[in-house]
T-cell receptor, first 116, second 112 residues
Framework: DADVTQTPRNRITKTGKRIMLECSQT?????MYWYRQDPGLGLRLIYY???????NKGEISDGYSVSRQAQAKFSLSLESAIPNQTALYFC???????????????FGPGTRLTVL | KQEVTQIPAALSVPEGENLVLNCSFT??????LQWFRQDPGKGLTSLLL?????REQTSGRLNASLDKSSGRSTLYIAASQPGDSATYLC???????????FGAGTRLFVKA
């Protein structure tokens, strides 16, 4: 079984709809992240969470919200989807592992979201 | 503000060739630099992570170097194979902000 899973894997929706993307991990990591990837722009950080009670905005948080329901679960919501939110969304986890510099990130398979 | 640039954006080489992918970053205050591989429609797989105190890391046919003073990293792939075809991304973890900044990637195609 994959260590980091995302559901759904693909989603087509219409402008104005509310969408939730879910992420679960079995790695036992404390840190979780949501990124979006657009062609030619690399990955950009939307939100990140260092533990269940800690939520932080990333570079492009406008139009998005998150919930850290448990250490293993981190969901991303689009309250009212718009076409320029069409992108590939990735969840990632990492763990300090006792040393800050070994903060390796592990990624889920991604969710392809299309907003019409 | 940290910026990460990868050149070239795309590269096509014949099988067996040794190649170098380049990554540059504007702020040398980093904790680490990580190279990832991404296959089409898939997630990212970590290849190598270089800590700020290190100069290079090796894994099999891959060797990554880091020169913080010049803001550069290279990923060397020896004896390339068609299975190496993918997009390669570099990412830096900044000090203080705990945010990872990604480059846009280099799309590699290895011809059989």
């Amino acid at each position: 079984d994959a260590d980091v899973t995302q559901t759904p894997r693909n989603r087509i929706t219409k402008t104005g709809k509310r969408i939730m993307l879910e992420c679960s991990q079995t790695k036992g990591h404390d840190r979780m992240y949501w990124y979006r990837q657009d062609p030619g722009l690399g990955l950009r950080l939307i939100y990140y969470s260092f533990d269940v009670k800690d939520i932080n905005k990333g570079e492009i948080s406008d139009g998005y919200s998150v919930s850290r329901q448990a250490q293993a679960k981190f969901s991303l919501s689009l309250e009212s989807a718009i076409p320029n939110q069409t992108a590939l969304y990735f969840c990632a986890t990492s763990d300090l592992a006792g040393q800050r510099r070994t903060d390796t990130q592990y990624f889920g398979p991604g969710t392809r979201l299309t907003v019409l | 503000k940290q910026e990460v640039t990868q050149i070239p954006a795309a590269l096509s080489v014949p099988e067996g060739e040794n190649l170098v992918l380049n990554c540059s970053f504007t702020d040398s205050a980093i904790y680490n630099l990580q190279w990832f591989r991404q296959d089409p429609g898939k997630g990212l797989t970590s290849l190598l992570l270089i800590q700020s105190s290190q100069r290079e890391q090796t894994s099999g046919r891959l060797n990554a170097s880091l020169d913080k003073s010049s803001g550069r990293s290279t990923l060397y792939i020896a004896a390339s194979q068609p299975g190496d075809s993918a997009t390669y991304l570099c990412a830096v973890l900044n000090t203080g902000g705990f945010k990872t900044i990604f480059g846009a990637g280099t799309r590699l195609f290895v011809k059989a």
